[in-house]
């Protein structure tokens, strides 16, 4: 069976990999909401923001999900399909026993409060577990972005822990809260 590339639409969203032509599109995004994006990412160097680099991630992404390693997916209004208004990235993909990986995602700042990644996080969730049949997805939180908080808990995220100085965020260590979502209808031969 050939893997498709995931064309995810909601009802205001579409999620999808990045293309070439999307590099100028990426660039723009990043850079317009890098001082707001910025306490919660690890430290971006100065070649993130270049052409070169987003050449290769690109590429790199789209080999990485066709070799079941990750999903790195950008949000584009259904409305204005030149303009990414955030990222969902599922990374660390472990099959065998485990079938789990890790969610990171971020939105830009014009776009917060309209329930845009209440709404691309669920359709994103839905593919990963009826597409990718993975069991587990984990998403990790600073304490003090409760924003993010809520969202997982509305998803259904369940609170499994706490990590001490768990990633490097913004150069430095930060404290995590960690979270879970199970996908009740894995499927043990897909």
């Known amino acids: 069976m050939e893997l498709q590339l995931p064309n995810i639409t909601t009802e205001c ?11 100028p599109t990426i660039l723009k995004f990043y850079t317009e909401n890098r001082t707001y994006l910025t306490p919660f990412s690890p430290l971006l160097f100065d070649n993130f923001f270049t052409e070169k680099y987003w050449q290769n991630r690109v590429e790199k992404n789209y ?9 790195k997916l950008f ?8 303009n ?11 099959r065998g026993v485990a079938q789990y990986c890790n969610v990171g995602y971020g939105l ?27 069991h587990r997805i984990m998403a990790n939180y600073i304490p003090h972005n409760q924003r993010s908080g809520n969202l997982l808990r509305r ?12 990633l490097l965020i913004n150069g430095k260590w930060q404290d995590h809260i960690l979270t879970s979502l199970i996908n009740s209808n894995w499927r043990a031969n897909p």
């Open 13 to 23: 969203l579409l999620l999808r990999l990045a293309k070439k032509e999307d590099i």
């Open 108 to 134: 830009a700042e014009a776009e917060q409060g309209k329930g845009y990644m209440t709404e691309a996080l669920q359709a994103a969730i839905h593919y990963v577990f009826q597409d990718l049949n993975m």
């Open 75 to 82: 949000i584009f209004s259904k409305t204005n399909q030149k």
């Open 155 to 166: 998803l259904g995220f369940v609170v499994e822990g706490y990590a001490r100085n768990y």
């Open 63 to 71: 080999l990485e999900f066709l070799n079941d390693i990750s999903l």
């Open 84 to 94: 990414i208004i955030g990222y969902i990235n599922f990374a660390n993909f472990v």
